[in-house]
């Protein structure tokens, strides 16, 4: 009989909050609206979602500063990445829900169960990246795809939704299997499911007559989790599902899922490393970066469609996370790993200090956030832009709306302004500070040729970036052009957004000092 | 030594003391706490930074008489606070911070922290005042707010109204920047900032063609100094450097304020380029031959200066500094873009292009006067660079029409008087006519504006006369400011050019004996010229006749807001004597009694006068009693250059009047400016042009353009056009791709284990 | 020395499904090679015993058919947790008690969902 305390359930308190949030308004749908298709009834449920993410936010909040542990019997842990991850789920679907209510009130398709599913997949998210077993990881992983599927094809009269949802769930389906094929040789070569005992087996293991078994089984996990970051050559799904979701579940996902993927990633594989030959998934993710940052960037150059050059974009954004993934598993100098090229990791300080990956981590942690709130904030101008008469035409997200927006919004191409220097890496964003902090953990761990393609392909994105700035302040609307609706939900999470990248743009201090802390917490 | 310890107020005192005494004490205790002073100098500057800011960003909306408030406002806070720093700097006990060991006795000063630093090289970001700061703060603020003040008026027609505004609180508040500066690193923001403005300003009316020229001459003018002056900075922490390696104990003071730790550690707190580190440089150079001790004829032994005497480093150093202030400060060979700047509003004219920017070479000289006395060369240079200057734009300015024009040449010919000043040593009558200049020249362009605004913006000095009745107080303050500027007695102008001449005629520099003398006579000629075209514009300015061709019937007098800066001004251009004459006893206890302003910027230069009485490179021959003599001859001189103007203008020839013979080849030539601008345009631009061709069409265009940027770019569209056709939609290809990425590091993964 | 294996206890099962894989296809292939091949119209032809078809057989079901599948599996899940905690339930004690009310609770309130919802109601 294991004996469980309330500690053990600590870290799983924002998760219930979320899910227990989502049933309040599944049943609220159920019992509490009288009119079926009336949004007047329904103008609660986006603040119960809201505050329900305010709630388990400031819980993982509280978390982040408890020691880190393992929990519920080697299936969970407490540590400062997940409660971090968690902060940042709950910001991105605190403020996705904001920016649905506007965008399904205008659409007549507002419905408690799109909250709901926004909850259960931030539930799912949060979970996921606590899980430290892999059955464990793999059911939070199918509850947080499960409810985006949903999600992605919530506005079911287009076409559109119904494709992008369908090709998600496909090929989402084929990336578990991978993902649960690759948990499956890993188990069939360490006998254990849970990280914990998986890194002891594989450390203890001399002989390696079952390392083809524990190298393919990585291949495949890691596999399933580049599918899910949308990193090149699994983000074949990411334009499409990207264009055809609901602009507000785009943002969730492409922030959202993005940081909880990573961080399920980095704990997967900084646990299964040491047993490992170290030069192998240094390769492995080295040469998903270097295809995702160029790959991403080059695809999103031609795009006037800018929801599909932000999917693209996002692609990119996962290559420099990447790298910052990379620089973990960077060999030490004098070992295997030298004269590869661009992959190489030039021995510029020698061996690489332990605080080192402290900054590393300090540096991936940032930038996720970062790239939430960005992301968040251009993703919610593009759907307050959205008209539903246009979607049939396929100019909804034409570079040419944007034309004049500076004259006819300010506010919202002031807000769209930011995003895009953010994404762009220019200062004053927290996009600069993002990628600053990646790039230099980049080149303390020797990384020098992966970081200079990381700088010239962002300084190549800046064109794509640019653009939309150029067309909103500079270029006059055409005529006739409608004027959007504006709803206080969109200009409260825009604000929120804005704030968000400009203030962490200038001073990161607080954010990066409670980082530092954190990850010196969870590395002693 | 007055004794000011029983000083309460100013009439008690005056009751017991005489009124100079009185005077003295009462600016000598400014009724409040100057400790603390320094840490405040910010807000000098920030006042007009904010004026723009609010100006610029906002003026479009708050309308015309809230940007003109805020604009004329935010200058005249600046004013209060310079009045006050003016006054704080003149107690004795006031000492600015300084850790380079020596005391900095009357300025104040403030060190924000490094600004930059790169290695061993550091700049502070640091503000200082002294008594040289502190008028030339008094000028800046003062003429500037009385020019803002005049702006609301002279620009009340245009719609671009906040713009000009906006420029104008810049430009004042980069100026105080180029005068606080601590360093020259922040001389030159300033520095920079100043020219930026100016171009902004003279290409104000960017919608004509001829004015946006204007603006890139004086502009790219400036770059070719400013480039001198880049060159100058690096040369000067290269020779320091080289310097802190060589010096030996004995090149420091023992008194116990420097040694060679001192130096260094100064030198680390403040960096190379600080005008203390500089000082301090300077004072330990010149000390009498010595073999112990590094002089300015001892070879650097370091360093990419190997090989070189420090003395040649010093004079090559303010030779590229020359180039530097001839640009900003008009001089021979650079002064073609000043005329031309004329293309501005009148009253940026008057600001900037005749009272304060263009004499930012003449400030950099007296700041950096312990420097400029090491070399005797770079002096006679300096002194002839101003003689040429000062003669050939005279006679330009003989053959003008235009009467902003003549005003612009005239301004470049008494630029080149306080060059003489500088060449001369004489760096306090140098500063004496920036200020008295500042005063009258403004008043005189300030009185062309009204001319022109009464007259439909007619120029034409022949198309106007008869102006005296129709606009008196224009006429009135037009002719004492020309007065002033011809050198008649009473008039602050008189004073300040004749502190001028005696200078260069008194003095003499090692090795160039006779150099200042024929200097002194180009002067003398100058100074004929000068009376003789500034009589010419007033008379057919003013008298005789209105033209038949004027363009309106009746001239108008101006507005208050114009005609009481010009009453100020004309006032301020009388008041100004005070400055210039004999009263006070000599700060050095003997020699003759000194002027004014002598003595009160003593403090600034005596770095200097030590370093002259070390070296015994200028000597200056001293006369008993005031120089009656040498007054009298320069009043003769101008009075005989401005008599016989008035009488050929205004009894013999009239306005339509022609000279005949050699004087009309001359005149022509002078016209013709000389051809300067065809020799620029046959022996710079031709070529500079032909060169940009060839490396426009092969390189720029070619190589880079076409080959490097658009190529790059191209390559990657069209990568990227390639790779969308990959993403063709296909759910199974998708699924095929992925697969084949698995694959690949399924395969990879494998064969390192295998 | 031999060490344990978790996979060598699945080797019967692998077995089993080789056999079982290799059956479906073997027995279709052995039946078509050599059983004989006669065609005729009048051997296509519906037997008299026979109903004539109606329609094509790939017809669309109606998506409720999907949500009473759905329910049924979830349910069917339920039923596969309840049993080995009924079995357990006092070495399981209060924890047990406590995690399965939670979790029936959930599908509680799911039931409680899709019923108001009207998703059992087959005729609506």
């Known amino acids: 009989m294991p004996s469980f305390s309330i500690q053990d359930f600590m870290p799983i308190f924002p998760a219930a909050i979320l899910a227990v949030g989502a049933m309040a308004l599944l049943l609220s749908e159920a019992f509490l609206v009288s009119v079926p298709h009336a949004s007047a009834s329904r103008g609660y449920q986006a603040v119960i979602g809201v505050i329900t993410a305010a709630f388990a936010g400031t819980v993982a909040f509280h978390n982040a500063f408890e020691d880190p542990r393992v929990v519920l019997q080697g299936f969970a842990v407490l540590d400062p990445f997940s409660s971090f991850v968690t902060v940042v789920v709950a910001v991105t679907v605190g403020l996705a829900v904001l920016l649905s209510a506007g965008f399904l009130k205008h659409r007549n398709a507002e419905r408690g169960e799109f909250y709901a599913l926004m909850l259960f997949a931030a539930a799912g998210m949060s979970l996921l990246a606590l899980s430290a077993e892999f059955i464990t990881l793999f059911v939070n992983l199918e509850v947080l795809s499960v409810a985006t599927y949903a999600l992605t094809a919530y506005l079911r009269r287009g076409t559109r939704p119904a494709e992008a949802g369908f090709k998600y769930f496909i090929l989402g389906a084929f990336s578990g299997a991978l993902l649960l094929y690759g948990a499956a040789l890993l188990y069939g070569a360490t006998g254990t499911t849970k990280l914990a005992g998986m890194a002891e087996v594989l450390r203890a293991a001399s002989s390696g007559d079952k390392a083809w078994l524990v190298y393919c089984g990585m291949v495949l996990v890691a596999t399933g989790f580049a599918f899910k970051v949308a990193a090149v050559p699994f983000h074949m799904w990411t334009p499409d599902v990207y264009e055809g979701a609901p602009t507000p579940v785009t943002a969730l996902m492409s922030a959202g899922v993005k940081a909880a993927a990573f961080v399920a990633l980095i704990r997967v594989f900084v646990a299964l490393a040491p047993g490992l030959g170290p030069q192998v998934p240094f390769v492995l993710f080295g040469g998903l970066a270097l295809l995702t940052m160029v ?12 929801k599909r050059m932000l999917a693209y974009s996002s692609v990119a954004h996962a290559g420099y996370v990447l790298l910052g993934v990379t620089a973990l598993f960077a060999p030490a100098a004098g070992t295997e790993g030298h004269g590869m090229g661009v992959l190489s990791a030039s021995p510029l300080l020698g061996q690489v200090p332990a605080s080192a990956h402290a900054d590393i981590y300090k540096a991936i942690l940032f930038y996720l956030l970062g790239y939430a709130v960005t992301t968040i904030g251009s993703f919610g101008v593009l759907a307050a832009l959205e008209r539903r008469e246009d979607e049939t035409r396929g100019t909804t997200w034409d570079l040419d709306r944007f034309a004049g927006l500076a004259h006819s919004k300010p506010g919202w191409a002031i807000a769209m302004a930011a995003c895009m220097l953010s994404l762009g890496g220019i200062p004053p964003t927290v996009g600069f500070m993002g990628k600053l902090l990646v790039f230099r953990a980049a080149v303390d761990a020797g990384l020098l040729g992966l970081a200079i393609v990381g700088v010239l392909t962002s300084a190549a994105a800046a064109y794509y970036y640019l653009r939309v700035v150029v067309y909103m302040f500079m270029r006059n609307a055409a005529e006739g052009a409608a004027v959007p609706e504006r709803h206080w939900q969109t200009d409260v999470a825009l604000a929120v957004a804005t704030a968000g990248v400009i203030l962490l743009g200038i001073l990161p201090g607080p954010v990066t000092a409670w980082l530092t802390q954190a990850t010196m917490l969870a590395l002693r | 030594m007055i004794d000011c310890s029983d000083f309460q107020s100013f009439g008690q005192y005056f009751s017991t003391h005489g009124f100079t005494d009185t005077v003295t004490c009462f600016v000598q205790n400014p009724p409040f706490n100057t400790a603390n002073i320094g840490n405040s100098l910010w807000m000098i500057i920030a006042l007009p930074i904010l004026g723009a800011f609010f100006c610029g960003v906002f003026g479009k909306f708050m309308g015309r008489s809230n940007t003109h408030l805020i604009a004329s406002a935010s200058v005249f806070g600046s ?73 609301t008026s002279y620009m009340s027609h245009d719609k671009a109204y906040w713009r000009y505004f906006a420029y104008l609180n810049l430009f004042v508040a980069m100026m105080l920047t180029l005068v606080l500066a601590d360093s020259l690193v922040l001389l030159f923001v300033g520095w920079e900032g100043v020219g930026m403005c100016s171009y902004l300003l003279i290409g104000f009316w960017y919608d004509d063609p ?11 003018t400036n770059r070719i100094g400013d480039f001198g002056f880049l060159v100058a900075c690096f040369l000067l922490v290269l020779t320091m450097g080289a310097f802190t390696l060589q010096a030996k104990n004995n090149n420091f003071p023992g008194d116990g304020t420097g040694s060679s730790q001192v130096f260094k550690a100064g030198l680390s707190a403040k960096g190379p380029l600080s005008f203390a580190a500089i000082d301090a440089f300077t004072r330990a150079l010149p000390s009498k031959a010595d073999s112990n001790q590094v002089t300015l004829s001892t070879v650097i032994d370091n360093g990419p200066l190997k090989g070189f005497a420090y003395g040649a480093m010093v004079t090559v150093i303010l030779l590229c500094f020359l180039l530097g202030a001839a640009g900003k400060s008009a001089q021979f060979p650079l002064y073609v873009w000043l005329p031309d700047a004329m293309a501005g509003p009148t009253p940026v004219s008057a600001l900037i292009h005749a009272a304060t920017m263009v004499t930012a070479g003449i400030y950099l000289f007296c700041r950096l006067s312990y420097l400029v006395v090491l070399s005797p060369t770079a002096m006679a240079v300096i002194a002839v660079t101003g003689g040429i200057t000062a003669l050939l734009a005279a006679l330009i300015a003989f053959a003008q029409d235009d009467i902003k024009k003549i005003l612009a040449y005239s301004t470049v010919s008494q630029l080149g008087f306080m060059f003489m000043a500088i060449g001369a040593g004489a760096f306090w009558a140098a500063f004496l006519h920036v200020v008295t200049h500042a005063f009258f020249k403004a008043c005189l362009f300030l009185g062309a504006g009204s001319v022109m605004h009464g007259n439909a913006e007619e120029t034409n000095i022949k198309k106007l006369g008869g102006l005296s009745k129709e606009m008196p107080v224009t006429w009135a303050t037009f002719l004492i400011s020309t007065l002033a500027i011809t050198g008649m007695v009473p008039l602050s102008g008189f004073f300040s050019k004749d502190a001028i001449l005696h200078a260069l005629h008194t003095t003499t520099l090692e090795g160039y004996e006779h150099i200042l003398h024929w200097v002194w006579y180009v002067g003398l000629a100058t100074a004929a010229c000068t009376a003789f075209y500034m009589m010419r514009l007033y008379v057919l300015t003013f008298h005789g006749t209105r033209a038949p061709d004027a363009k309106v019937p009746h001239a108008h007098e101006s507005d208050w807001q114009m005609t009481l800066p010009l009453v100020v001004l004309a006032m301020l251009a009388i008041a100004a004597v005070a400055h210039g004459i004999p009263v006070m006893e000599n700060a050095n206890r003997e020699g003759p009694l000194q002027t004014v302003m002598e003595n ?53 020839f009239k306005r339509d009047g022609q000279w005949s013979g050699p004087a009309e080849f001359i005149r022509s030539l002078a016209q013709h400016k000389f051809y300067v601008d065809e020799l620029y345009e046959l022996l710079v631009i031709r070529p500079v042009k032909f060169v940009s061709f060839i490396f426009f069409k092969i390189v720029d265009s070619l190589l880079i353009d076409t080959v490097a940027v658009r190529g790059t770019a191209w390559v990657t569209a069209q990568t990227g056009a390639a790779l969308r056709y990959l993403q063709s939609g296909d759910a199974q290809s998708y699924a095929a791709i992925m697969t084949l990425g698995l694959m690949c590091a399924l395969f990879y993964a494998l064969f390192k284990v295998l | 020395m031999e060490t344990y294996n ?20 073997a027995i279709p292939l052995i ?70 009310s939670l979790f029936a609770a959930t599908l509680i309130v799911a039931l409680a969902y899709v019923w108001k919802k009207g998703a059992l109601e087959w005729e609506s």
């Open chain 2, 210 to 220: 001829a004015k946006a020229f204007a603006g890139r001459k004086a502009f790219i």
């Open chain 3, 31 to 100: 039946a078509s090679m050599l059983g004989p091949k006669s065609v005729n119209p009048i051997k296509s032809e519906t037997f008299e015993c026979g109903n004539v078809t109606i329609g094509s057989a790939r017809q669309r079901f109606a998506v409720k058919f999907y949500v009473v599948a759905l329910l049924f599996i979830v349910f069917d899940v339920e039923a596969v947790f309840l049993y080995p905690w009924a079995v357990n339930f006092k070495a399981l004690g209060w924890f047990g008690y406590t995690t399965m």
């Open chain 1, 295 to 306: 790959a991403g960037n080059l695809m999103a150059l031609p795009q006037r469609n800018v």
């Open chain 3, 6 to 25: 978790p996979l060598t206890g699945y080797l019967p099962l692998a077995l089993v499904f080789l056999v079982a894989g290799g059956m479906a296809f």
């Open chain 2, 600 to 652: 009160y910027l003593h403090p600034v230069f005596q770095n200097a006068m030590r370093s002259i009485e070390a070296t015994g490179f200028v000597t200056v021959e001293h006369e008993e009693g005031l120089p009656w003599g040498a007054w009298g001859m320069a009043w003769a001189i101008a009075l005989a250059g401005g008599g016989l103007s008035i009488v050929l203008y205004r009894f013999v």
């Open chain 2, 79 to 151: 004013f209060l606070l310079s009045v006050m720093v003016f006054w704080a700097v003149n107690p004795s006990s006031t000492v600015a911070p300084n850790p380079f060991g020596s005391t900095l006795r009357y300025a104040v000063g403030a060190d924000y922290g490094t600004w930059f630093q790169a290695g061993d090289f550091r700049v502070n970001f640091g503000l200082l005042a002294d008594h040289l700061s502190a008028s030339m703060l008094m000028v800046i603020t003062g003429v500037g707010f009385l020019i803002h003040l005049y702006s």
